[in-house]
């Protein structure tokens, strides 16, 4: 790994350990050092989270208009100022201030981060940075929660506030480190031609049928993904009647195995179609979940905890096939002068389901637990039987993470002159398919005269420019 790459994973883990340090312990702090009940901290921290919904579309536009990586950065010092302000939150109106900013960064740090892998990495390189960054943030969690049980054993104020401004400042050091990650040359030239479309806000996204069908098919897979933290611990605990320990060795088993699996998977999965990986991890997830509806008929007790276990497993197993895929197919199939846009809308599949999990899982739960699994499975299902229908709507460039004609032998290095006979180049593939898929017309040859030609790296907004 170079220089660069070592830095952008570098910052990744020590966000994430930040992030890892504050995430258990948010309730707390609040009730802990401002002494309000319980739920009116709760009501509080849901309201301003409802903030993130607002500086999700914001977010794309300024990523465009400005480029990913000062969107990051830009971020990352918007949430540093906001936790240093913590130890002077008192009441509900100044708690109510830093936690919408807090909200506003969290809100545009998706969007911003897959745009700025995307703008740095292509092909099969774009999927393994990503793989990269799921394991590292998982351990990164993992060791922040341990750090911070450690700091909370001294059950002092002075504990909270350190927890608070350690994340203030790994926001600050993940900031430094990204900015000094030299943007590519391609991705100067698409931000200018994104500040020049910016003008047309979402209505080309809207009008992107194929992107927004791939949307809304990732809406069932995203429920899933919040049966770990929302469900399982009250279908754990109400329904199968077992002790809440259980609920957290589960999600041991996903978090280390995420951290642990995450990277060699991805790795010999960038020879598959991400469409086709994508459809076996949401079937993988299926069959987790008809585990669990099987679970609750009333088995004897050591089944039961053989079978949580397993289906966990398996669960577990569907996470590490769908999540980089996933995410390197969005980001792949957005345009490369509108991807800030394209991802900030991608995002609400994400943004949506996690808001509504709360209410929609536990009240599925509290009709019939057979009820809740079956529905996820249907609905997962669903959306693989629509990814099936895009896949052949989809850019090729987005289906394979690697294809005989992308060729990378170094930074800023063109693509090889392919035949005429070859596939065309990310940029012709990318743009001819989502005109055809508007009902536009397509658009001339960036070469004119010779269509068969790959595109150069200053013409081409999805090849590599840093190498990583």
């Known amino acids: 790994m170079t220089k660069v790459g070592r830095r952008y994973i570098v910052g ?12 258990p312990v948010s309730l707390l702090y609040f009730h802990f050092v401002t002494k309000m009940p319980l739920t009116r901290v709760g009501i509080v921290l849901t309201s301003a989270a409802l903030l993130a919904l607002i500086s999700n579309p ?30 002077f939150v008192h009441n509900e109106w100044t708690m109510f201030a830093v936690l919408a900013v807090v909200a506003l960064g969290d809100g545009s740090y ?28 998982n351990a990164g969690l993992g060791a922040g929660g341990l750090l911070a049980s450690v700091a909370l054993a001294a059950g002092t104020n002075r504990a909270f506030y350190a927890i608070v401004l350690t994340n203030a ?56 993904y ?9 279908f754990v605990t109400q329904h199968l009647k077992e002790p809440s320990s259980l609920a957290g060795a589960l999600y041991a088993v996903n978090t280390i195995g995420i951290a642990a699996l995450q990277v060699p998977i991805s790795r010999r999965l960038t020879r598959y179609r991400r469409t086709r990986v994508a459809l076996a991890g949401g079937m993988v997830f299926v069959s987790s979940f008809l585990v669990f509806a099987g679970l609750d008929i009333g088995v004897g007790r050591p089944v039961l905890l053989a079978g949580v276990f397993f289906a966990t497993a398996i669960f577990t197993v569907g996470e590490l096939l769908q999540g980089a895929t996933t995410s ?19 995002q609400f599949s994400w943004a949506v389901p996690s808001a509504l999990a709360p209410a929609v899982l536990t009240g599925l739960l509290s009709v019939s637990a057979a009820l809740l699994w079956l529905v996820l499975a249907g609905g997962v299902a669903a959306a693989m039987a629509a990814l099936v229908l895009l ?61 068969g030609r790959a595109c150069q790296v200053s013409d081409c907004g999805g090849v590599q420019g840093v190498r990583l």
């Open 391 to 451: 896949e052949q709507k989809l850019p090729t460039d987005a289906v394979w993470p690697s294809t005989p004609d992308r060729q990378m032998d170094g930074p800023s290095s063109d693509l090889q002159e392919p035949s005429g006979l070859e596939k065309p180049s990310a940029l012709q593939t990318q743009g001819a398919t989502v005109a055809a898929r508007n009902g536009e017309a397509l658009p001339p040859s960036p070469h004119p005269g010779s269509p």
């Open 110 to 137: 998706q969007p911003s981060i897959q745009s700025f892998v995307a703008a740095t990495v292509a092909g099969a390189e774009r999927d393994k940075l990503i793989a990269v960054q799921r394991s590292l943030r």
């Open 58 to 87: 914001v977010a794309g536009m300024v990523i465009d208009a400005v480029g990913a990586r000062a969107s990051v950065v830009g971020g990352y010092l918007l949430r540093a100022g906001a936790f240093t302000a913590f130890p």
């Open 169 to 224: 400042a790994s926001f600050v050091v993940a900031a430094i480190l990204i900015r000094s990650i030299p943007a590519p040359s391609h991705a100067r030239a698409t931000t200018a031609s994104g500040a020049m479309t910016s003008k047309k806000g979402y209505r080309a996204v809207v009008r992107d049928r194929v992107f927004v069908g791939l949307t809304l098919a990732n809406v069932p897979v995203a429920f899933g």
């Open 328 to 346: 390197a197919l969005a980001a792949s199939a957005a345009p490369a002068q509108a991807r800030g846009r394209y991802l900030a809308f991608y």
């Open 12 to 23: 990744m883990a020590v966000d994430a350990t930040g992030n890892g340090m504050y995430r």
């Open 226 to 234: 919040m049966v770990l933290s929302v469900v399982l611990p009250v």
